[in-house]
């Protein structure tokens, strides 16, 4: 686990990006001043790399019908959903799939689906004005797009206006307050960070590469939001004629949605940490070398934090020896990270600026059960 600044120099014109990364992560009972550092790995390309194909506005590229805050899809636009999405300060998602032409996404069932060259992910980041009311008054703040081409994909963010009728290209990030009812009815305030193109990058790579995160088959694989009847996603899509390739049901993995309180804790657990944390915390992600991967199908209880002591020293580990102890989540790496809001502590790192207390309660749940079986 890490943390990290971002500061920008001007040279000749041109904005670059120089990125300091700090190791948090750990604490171990040895010498901190001979810890080894572990380190993250970082785009550092000039953050602003502008291209002429680029749009500067989001409504150039047809998606949604106006009134564009409507996000009412275009025929090329498919909307979809995910088992467990990642939290983002509590702010809602509306994500979309742009397949140009005749193209179609191919079926796979570990990792992304394969897409065509000229396929947009569309992510749309909102929130409702009152949370017992989500299909009401709503404040988009941002689109985030990863566009394929050249067999590679690209990230491209678009920041909205105030009157919510345009949205416009951004490199380098923006803050906002937001401000909500929630479904208690309290009013919630939040300072929203909006990342520029490097944070992005840096969450979706992949080794060398930028890649998806949400469209697996075990994310995909739920009842499709926008159906009449009980229709898997999956298969409206393979019935759409937009994914080819698809396996029987019995055959495709499932990611368990985080708070569905019918399924087991273990499970609802790994499938939060999956969603939240391993698209960096993996064997090819950004976190690599902390050695803690939390891949939902993970089976090696020490990859997985369980009495793993940490591999750097930092103020990110509280002074505590291990990421997981059993039964013991007040000594537990990961459960004060995940409930610090300091930027140089808290995880994930990204995205998040408050505390997601209902997650950390499930955590803390799923460390006190594993001690049953350690």
């Not at 690599?288 to 209880?301: A, H, P």
Request: charged share 25%; with cysteine.
């Amino acid at each position: 686990m890490f943390t990290g600044s971002i500061i920008m120099k001007q040279f000749k014109g041109i904005w670059f990006s120089l990125v300091f990364i700090g190791c948090v992560s750990c604490q171990d009972t040895i010498d901190k001043s001979l810890a080894p550092k572990a380190t993250k790995f970082v785009f550092n390309k000039p953050l602003i790399k502008k291209e002429v194909t680029e749009k500067e506005k989001l409504s150039e590229y047809g998606f949604f019908k106006l009134p564009l805050a409507n996000l009412d899809p275009t025929e090329q636009v498919v909307l979809y959903n995910l088992n467990t999405p990642l939290f983002s300060n509590y702010a809602f998602k509306k994500r979309f799939i742009y397949l140009p032409g005749d193209a179609k996404m191919r079926y796979k069932n570990s990792g992304i689906m394969e897409f065509e060259n000229g396929s947009i992910l569309i992510k749309n980041f909102y929130y409702p004005e009152d949370f017992r009311n989500p299909e009401q008054e709503k404040k988009i703040l941002e689109t985030r797009l990863l566009i394929k081409k050249n067999n590679q994909w690209k990230p491209l963010n678009y920041i909205w206006n105030e009157e919510q009728t345009e949205a416009s290209l951004n490199y380098i990030g923006k803050v906002k307050l937001v401000n909500w009812i929630d479904k208690e009815g309290e009013k919630q305030t939040v300072s929203y960070s909006i990342p520029n193109l490097n944070q992005c990058k840096n969450c979706h790579a992949r080794g060398k590469y930028v890649v998806p995160i949400g469209p697996t088959a075990a994310q995909w694989n739920k009842t499709y939001a926008m159906s009449l009847s009980n229709k898997n996603q999956l298969d409206y899509f393979h019935e759409k004629g937009i994914l080819k390739e698809l396996v029987e049901p019995n055959s495709r993995p499932k990611l368990p949605g985080w708070d569905n309180v019918l399924l087991p804790i273990a499970n609802r657990a790994k499938a939060y940490l999956d969603s939240n944390c391993a698209h960096c915390h993996n064997a090819e992600g950004s976190a690599k070398n902390s050695g803690l991967y939390l891949s939902y199908n993970q089976n090696d209880s020490r990859k997985r934090g369980i009495f793993k002591p940490p591999i750097a020293a930092g103020k990110g580990s509280g002074d505590f020896i291990y990421d997981i102890v059993p039964g013991h989540p007040d000594q537990s790496i990961l459960i004060y990270r995940m409930k610090s809001n300091d930027p140089s502590i808290r995880m994930p790192e990204i995205g998040r600026s408050i505390e997601h207390s209902e997650a950390v309660v499930l955590l803390e749940q799923y460390i006190e059960e594993l001690a049953q079986n350690n």
